[in-house]
């Protein structure tokens, strides 16, 4: 089985603050947001803990780059991007 790397965004409960991240365990990934370690962290500082948007990628260098690419992106354009498959940015389950 190839394994699966996640590029995925995430919001705060207000919708005002997007993160973008990249994980080869979304599951866990999305738990560590949604109970931090680090009271310093950029997601514990901003309440960020809700996954709204995410691809799958087989080849690590695709979802490296594409998390870049997603990262240069202003606010408008990753809130389109969400809105292709979550219109309402409702929090997403991990399957």
Not at 23 to 33: F, K, M, Q, S, Y
Not at 55 to 79: G, M, P, T
């Amino acid at each position: 089985m190839a394994k699966e790397y996640y590029v995925y965004l995430m919001m705060n409960s207000r919708n005002t603050v997007i993160y973008t991240g990249l994980t080869n365990d979304l599951a866990r990934r999305v738990w560590e947001h949604k109970h931090p370690d680090n009271p310093k962290s950029f997601t514990a500082r901003y309440n960020v803990d809700k996954l709204v948007y995410y691809e799958v990628f087989e080849d690590i260098y695709e979802a490296i780059e594409r998390e870049k690419q997603i990262k240069r992106w202003n606010r408008e354009k990753k809130l389109n991007l969400i809105r292709t498959i979550n219109p309402n940015l409702k929090e997403l389950e991990v399957v």
